[in-house]
């Protein structure tokens, strides 16, 4: 089910680029991270930060991002996503290590990595407010291995941000 849900999220964030462009508001910029509110009919608040740093041995790669969503009126932490700016090879995982000390698997589909349940994205979450980097270990449908390392520089902040204004 949670499956599902993220698989919507990605279909609907890919059709609704131009919509979301029109109606967006700027929440504050917080260290590294943004935090967007979208008008639209659900009201969805996002969270984004870019990476300080790509490796792999990749000649082209489109845009590479973390990012939180939250509906407003939603009882979770928030929905993490990491968009790796290729696909991914099928069935993969990628692996996440924060500050070295707490490692988390995702699931991929197309160009995305998810947590597989609420209570993981809602663990994830607490560690991002805890740590100072992330690093984000993926591997192409050409079989090139990445790594993305992450600041958490202003997740918090981000993070309290969104949660205002959807809560």
């Known amino acids: 089910m949670y499956s599902l849900l993220i698989i919507i999220f990605t279909v609907f964030f890919s059709a609704q680029s131009y919509v979301f ?3 967006s508001s700027d929440l ?3 260290g590294d991270w ?3 509110y979208w008008n639209n009919d659900a009201g969805i608040c996002t969270m984004m930060t870019l990476p300080k740093k790509e490796e792999g041995k990749y000649s082209r790669r489109g845009e ?3 990012q939180v969503v939250k509906n407003t009126g939603a009882n979770n932490t928030g929905v993490v996503n990491f968009v790796a700016g290729y696909t991914f090879k099928e069935n993969s995982e990628v692996s996440i290590k924060i500050d070295n000390k707490h490692s988390f698997t995702l699931f991929t589909n197309q ?3 998810w947590a597989q ?3 993981d994205d809602a663990s994830l979450i607490k560690f991002m407010k ?3 980097t992330m690093v984000v270990r993926g591997i192409s449908s050409r079989g090139t291995k990445t790594k993305d390392t992450y600041s958490l520089k202003g997740f918090v902040a981000a993070y309290k941000a969104m949660n205002k204004k959807c809560k």
């Open 111 to 113: 160009s995305t990595a």
């Open 34 to 36: 943004q935090a967007t």
């Open 130 to 132: 805890l740590g100072n």
């Open 117 to 119: 349940s609420e209570i």
């Open 21 to 23: 462009a029109q109606g």
């Open 64 to 66: 590479v991002y973390a």
């Open 28 to 30: 504050g910029t917080y």
